[in-house]
């Protein structure tokens, strides 16, 4: 037996939020990767810029209000908020300047060589700028509402992530300076083709280029932009809000204007308009963050989709899996999973095909009596839920759990609600203090021998859209076990049901936690016969690091896939020497949670696919899923996805001992995501060389 951990105190675990930050750090290597296509490099560029906006809005407020309350415990990795904050603010700085540094060095030079140019309004050449000033005359000007800043009129409130102008402006004849705010309207495009189209021009410069417009008969002064992020964590207490619906839509209508945590600007800004702004905004001076690039980058994604192939990586279509390739279209997915469970893999086979397919059969079959189905995020034109609608309308019992509080996509799911209402679907928000996570879909279908249970469980949302780019594993089944479970599990979700045991299924928040540790434990009894792979998004939990040390003490081999936050230190002498994380960031989001324990050749080897990560939140207070695979072929398919992501050296990052990500050097230029296409389009019956 080894060293007992807690001897290794806080220095067994890592601080939840740099780990955060360091996927960030994992994105910019992408984008700064020659070897990755020049739009693919913006596209990196966006996400990184909206990971550090949201990381703002959920993560960084939660310290503040820790701060402000004046809470000075420490955090798992002996870090006080206030130490957290400072540590934050310095690698946010550092990744952002990085970002800056490679935006304004290397990628608009490329972009302008690619005929992408990004052109400055007081670049362009007197005709040019004649041309657009014609444009802001009649798209632009009408929607400007210009807000002066004096004692008459205080500032203005400012909305989350919208990009604003602050201008001083000067009387002619009495000299007198004033200070007014111009709104840049998101409704309209940021980015405006100049000329042939090669060339770009920012709204805001074609704004500032055309201050004279707005203040008539004033000179104009200093403009500079600034970009504020607000508190965007819903505070809504289930217990005391008569109408959950109604409650969240007034928070929505609140978090527009949150508390001010980062203000952005550009690094030659007027002092005193920088000072202006900190006064009015009420931050501190550590909140302001100096840019030198182009704010609000995460507008990137326009860029990203133009009509330049030749610019991108290659196109992947998601392939039809094999058993329900039908005659001139899908297969009767029914009689399919009567002959044995689907695997799904995703985007490398076809979501439309598959789990969009089997609702909208479900939808069509007069022998459908009843759907159940989960909604988390879902994609704004949805064929699911234009399925489920079209299956209320024709007398099916349809039932809809949708969850409000799914963060950023809450407006979305209150209309998503109201819609299903309206068509007579039996709509559920969940059960009070749990965010319902899961991602399952129940079918009961009437058969010659009684009624027959069918049903979808997925480690990724019910999302079409997000379907195409994130990696996600799901599985069609009608095991009498598993279905019987999904009902019992919907029956707890929509009424009173107190079930707290499953026959199969692994539940959050009854037993996930418990049962991941019970199955960990057994594995290091192996000794070094012992085998765990867990592929998750996120670990944090305390307990279930611990007993992954404990494992690894007794001399099991653990290798975990995690592609975001991991608070485990690998490689620790004693505590972690048989531990390895690895992180795989490539074309597609790497998104499935994969549990597998012993060798697969074991007898008593067992594999979980589902929804929950290893992290607090998941296990405690979210209803997740997890639904063992137990077919071997189905066993062996996920074993070589997870063997293929552990050989990649293409676009892998491994965790050293000392908390940082290195990114690995590539001997044999696998690519994990490359292979399992060409495995798809094996698998379909198109081969490639």
């Known amino acids: 037996m080894g060293i007992n951990i807690e001897e290794f105190g806080v220095e067994r675990f890592s601080n939840r939020e740099l780990s955060r930050l360091e996927f960030g750090s994992r994105l910019l290597d992408l984008a700064e990767d020659p070897e990755t296509p020049l739009l693919e490099q913006c596209k990196f560029v ?87 000033r014609v444009y802001f ?14 004692p008459g009129h205080p500032f203005p409130m400012i909305s989350n992530l919208s990009l604003n102008i602050v201008v001083l402006v000067r009387e002619q004849t009495t000299g007198e300076e004033r200070a007014a705010r111009i709104k840049v309207p998101s409704i309209l495009p940021r980015f405006h083709a100049v000329g042939d189209g090669s060339r770009w021009c920012l709204l805001e410069d074609i704004i500032i280029g055309n201050l004279d417009r707005l203040f008539p008969g004033m000179t104009i002064g200093r403009a500079d932009l600034f970009r504020v992020t607000r508190n965007a964590d819903l505070s809504i207490d289930d217990d005391e809000a008569d109408d959950l619906l109604v409650a969240l839509e007034i928070e929505l209508r609140r978090r527009r204007f949150g508390e001010a945590l980062r203000l952005e600007v550009h690094r030659d800004i007027a002092p005193d308009l920088l000072e202006l702004l900190v006064s009015q905004l009420e931050v501190e001076k550590s909140q302001v963050y100096l840019s030198d690039a182009a704010l609000g980058l995460g507008d990137l994604w326009f860029l990203y989709g133009l009509d330049r192939p030749e610019l991108k990586s290659e196109s992947w279509s998601p392939q039809t899996p094999p058993r329900l390739i039908g005659d001139g279209g899908v297969a009767n997915i029914f009689q399919v999973m009567r002959e044995g469970d689907i695997l ?10 598959s789990v969009e397919a089997f609702v909208s059969q479900a939808a069509a079959d007069v022998d459908v009596v009843a759907i159940k189905q989960t909604l988390y995020r879902t994609s704004g034109d949805s064929p699911i839920v234009a ?9 099916k019992q349809v039932a809809a759990l949708v969850e409000l509080k799914a963060r950023f996509d809450e407006a979305a799911n209150i209309e998503w609600a109201k819609a299903l209402e309206d068509a007579g679907v039996h709509v559920v928000y969940g059960v009070m203090g749990l965010k319902t996570h899961s991602k399952t879909a ?24 997000t379907a195409r780019v994130y990696e996600d594993f799901g599985i069609l089944t009608c095991d009498e076990e598993i279905t019987q479970d999904v009902g019992e599990l919907f029956n707890f979700l929509t009424g009173f049901s107190k079930q707290v045991t499953y026959q199969k299924l692994v539940v959050s928040p009854i037993d996930t936690r418990s049962t991941i540790i019970s199955l960990i434990d057994a594995e290091a009894r192996k000794g070094v016969n012992g085998l765990i ?13 611990d007993s992954l040390y404990r494992a690894s003490q007794q001399g099991a081999t653990v290798r975990l896939i995690v592609r975001g936050l991991c608070c485990l230190r690998p490689g620790v002498e004693g505590l972690s020497d048989n531990i ?63 063997s293929l992501l552990l050989s990649d050296d293409t676009f892998s990052w491994v965790l050293g001992t000392d908390r940082r990500w290195r ?27």
């Open 137 to 150: 005359e009649k798209n632009v000007y009408p929607v400007l509402t210009p807000l002066a800043v004096d």
């Open 344 to 353: 799904l893999h995703h985007p490398y086979e076809s979501f439309s095909d």
């Open 663 to 689: 990114r690995v050097v590539s001997v044999n230029q696998r690519s994990a995501q490359s292979e399992l296409k060409t495995r798809a389009l094996h698998k379909a019956g198109i081969f490639t060389s």
């Open 533 to 545: 792979h867990i592929k998750v998004n996120g670990l944090t939990d305390i307990a279930i690091i």
């Open 442 to 465: 129940l079918v009961v279908r009437r058969e010659k021998s009684g009624l027959r249970r069918y049903a979808h469980i997925g480690t990724g949302n019910y999302n079409s859209r």
């Open 580 to 642: 390895t994380v690895r992180s795989v960031v490539g074309e597609f989001l790497e998104h499935s949670r994969v549990f597998v324990f012993g060798q697969l050749t074991d007898v008593d080897v067992l594999m979980y696919i589902g929804s929950a990560d290893l992290m607090e939140r998941n296990l405690d207070r979210r209803i997740e899923v997890l639904v063992p695979i137990e077919n071997p072929r189905l066993q062996a398919s996920i074993a070589e996805t997870l």
């Open 46 to 132: 966006a996400i990184f810029a909206e990971m550090i906006d949201e990381f703002f809005q959920v993560r960084v407020v939660s310290l503040e209000d820790q701060v402000a309350a004046g809470v000075d415990k420490r955090s798992r990795d002996g870090m006080r908020p206030r130490e957290q904050l400072r540590a934050i603010h310095d690698r946010v700085v550092s990744l952002c300047d990085r970002q800056d540094n490679f935006v304004l060095g290397s990628l608009l030079p490329r972009l302008s060589d690619a005929g992408i140019g990004l052109v400055r309004y007081e670049q362009l050449s007197r005709d040019e700028r004649d041309e657009l």
């Open 387 to 395: 399925s489920l609608i079209r299956a209320a309308e024709s007398g």
